[in-house]
């Protein structure tokens, strides 16, 4: 569990939340090949709903890009051995207006 430290990229999470984060994304590299980044992913998305409730969403990999709207609070990309992690709870938006 955590050979390597984790380093903090960029977060908006409270401090308990964020030593969570990388304990589930140690504990996902423990129980799955460092290849199998759906399954990290999937590991520390369903710890996050069990946790914090649903909605969390979850982006394990070494090169990917995103854009998204999260929930103020519950956003951290962090990396860890030769992974990136990005961590957040996604934010609904109100209905358009026809």
């Excluded at 955590?2 to 994304?25: N, V, Y």
């Excluded at 051995?81 to 358009?96: D, Q, R, V």
Aim: charged share 20%.
């Amino acid at each position: 569990m955590l050979e390597g430290k984790a380093s903090i990229d960029d977060t908006d999470m409270p401090l308990k939340m964020q030593i969570q984060a990388m304990a589930s994304a140690s504990q996902a590299l423990d129980l799955y090949d460092v290849l199998d980044c759906k399954s990290i992913a999937a590991h520390i998305k369903k710890d996050f709903d069990i946790k914090y409730g649903n909605g969390w969403q979850c982006v394990v990999g070494s090169n990917f890009g995103c854009f998204f709207t999260h929930t103020k609070g519950s956003f951290i990309y962090f990396t860890l051995e030769t992974l990136n992690f990005l961590i957040f709870k996604g934010a609904s938006s109100p209905p358009s207006s026809p």
